[in-house]
């Protein structure tokens, strides 16, 4: 059974940095991809970045390119999110996804693609 645990959220002032992780288990494929979505109060969740186990191919969306930073450590089986320059607009529920297997294509996935889904991890950005 695969299983997402997101840790790292909290309380940051607007300009700061915080780092999310998921640690991944259960994969029985060494191909997955590990996506991080977001959804803030009254907004629907969107994606955020993603990153394939195979080649470290990544994705942004376009509100975080340049400030956010998606890496992995496959001997762990973890996932990082750096989150840096964070802006109040980046309060949200954060959540990670896995696809186990290979993608082919473009990485911008949405939320249906994903077949797991971590709890979730409250980052808070005040101003």
């Known amino acids: 059974e695969v299983q997402l645990v997101e840790s790292g959220g909290g309380l940051v002032q607007a300009g700061g940095s915080r780092r999310l992780s998921c640690a991944a288990s259960?994969?029985?494929?060494?191909?997955?991809?590990i996506g991080w979505f977001r959804q803030a109060p009254g907004k629907e969740r969107e994606g955020v970045s993603c990153?394939?186990?195979?080649?470290?191919?990544?994705f942004y969306a376009d509100s975080v390119k340049g400030r956010f930073t998606v890496s992995s450590d496959n001997a762990k089986k973890m996932v990082y999110l750096q989150m840096n320059n964070l802006k109040p607009e980046d309060t949200a529920v954060y959540y990670c996804?896995?696809?186990?297997?290979?993608?082919?294509?473009?990485?911008?996935?949405?939320?249906?693609?994903?077949?797991?889904w971590g709890q979730g991890t409250q980052v808070t950005v005040s101003s």
């Open positions: 990153i394939t186990s195979s080649h470290g191919n990544t």
């Open positions: 996804a896995g696809i186990e297997g290979v993608v082919a294509g473009h990485l911008d996935l949405p939320e249906s693609e994903y077949d797991y």
């Open positions: 259960g994969f029985t494929l060494d191909d997955y991809v």
